[in-house]
């Protein structure tokens, strides 16, 4: 190794373990080993890791200057306690978690047994393929660490090509909840939009909406709430009543009801916020509201499509 590398050890060869080992890889650290259980996990270690050996886990902590634990974050607490139940952490050994949730509280046997711990979530969904290396570039990462610490987090980050966003230990659950409400739930409204679409007959909703959504996205990042346009920006109330009534026919219909209820519950969230930036006028939020609860007794059934 050059100097100054470090030898990691990737325990959790998932989409993101695979993907930041093959990235320190490539910047001339030594990878000394893997964990891999599922078949998935072992093939992601082969084509992104290659000639790495797949070790148990105990056997990585033992090699490793710089672990990097890439598990589920419900996994994460007791992967750390039973390590250092068992004595694994090493004085000096830097160990890095890649959970949006946790800051480096988690890590507290880490940090028991002379360890030094780090915080490194990407912010940013994988596929598990190379491409994903490319995409670091244009990524951030939530970095914790103590502040004599924190440089090394951020150079870690910054060797990955991607840049690094300090978030305090007491607001990661709250850094974490905004990314999974923009990112995950986003995904989840298309999928709504694009149900409806496909229920009219539109043969390729992902082609009507591709060009709306972008510009959209690209818009509110640029512009944040100035951005907004619709019919509830708009106080544009006989047209949000229509579209508050189709869509409970549509419920009864299909049972689609998590359509109809993410859609009162973000034209509702919408007009508020739209209102208190003074977007929508007073009377023109209460409109809107009214026409969101016309017909609350309607049926909802908030369970997914058959």
Known sequence: MKPGRLGIGIIGAGKVGAVLGAALRGVGHAVVGVSAVSEASKERAELLLPGVPVLE??????RAELVL???PDDVLPELVSGLGAMGAWQVG?????TSGRFGVGVLAPVRAAGGIPLALHPAMTFTGMSLDLTRLTDCNFGVTADPAMLPIAQA???EMGAEPVVIAEADRVLYHAALAHSANHMVTLVAQAAQILGDIGVESPSQLLGPLLRASLENALASGESALTGPVARGDVGTVAAHSA???EHALDTGAGDVLDSYLAMAGATAARAARR???STEAYLGVQAALTAD???PSTGTPAA
């Open 278 to 280: 003074r977007l929508l």
């Open 246 to 248: 189709a869509l409970r």
């Open 296 to 298: 609350d007794a309607g």
């Open 69 to 71: 634990l890439a598990v």
């Open 93 to 97: 050994q830097l160990v890095a978690h």
């Open 156 to 158: 870690l980050v910054v």
């Open 57 to 62: 886990v105990a056997e990585i902590v033992e």
